[in-house]
Nanobody, 121 residues
Framework: QVQLVESGGGLVQTGGSLRLSCTTS????????MGWYRQAPGKQRELVAT???????NIAESVKGRFTISRDNAKKTIYLQMDSLEPDDTGVYYC???????????????WGQGTQVTVSS
């Protein structure tokens, strides 16, 4: 059973910072790309940032220059440093990982339970 556990959400004022963490646990063969997605009330889930095992990143234009994604492969953990937060950044942030359960399995997407980020104006 693969689990993704997120932490670090909360309430912050405009211009503030938060750091999210997501750790993958369980029995599996390999992890490929990991990332963060967010969903605001009444909106679809959208990509925030992803990172590969080789630390190649993809950052959404809306957060570029303010958010930084990083990865610790040994700890099976990714981080999202969020600076200069704006009210539009409010939403539930979900961690995602592409995981191969067994050596000959196909890649599957796994999701965390989500962590709330609220930015007050």
């Amino acid at each position: 059973q693969v689990q993704l556990v997120e932490s670090g959400g909360g309430l912050v004022q405009t211009g503030g910072s938060l750091r999210l963490s997501c750790t993958t646990s369980g029995a599996f063969f390999s992890i490929d790309r990991m990332g963060w997605y967010r969903q605001a009330p009444g909106k679809q889930r959208e990509l925030v940032a992803t990172v590969t095992p080789g630390n190649r990143t993809n950052i959404a234009e809306s957060v570029k220059g303010r958010f930084t994604i990083s990865r610790d492969n040994a700890k099976k953990t990714i981080y999202l440093q969020m600076d200069s937060l704006e009210p539009d950044d409010t939403g539930v942030y979900y961690c995602n990982a592409q995981v191969m359960i067994g050596r000959w399995s196909s890649w599957r997407d796994y999701w965390g339970q989500g962590t709330q980020v609220t930015v007050s104006s």
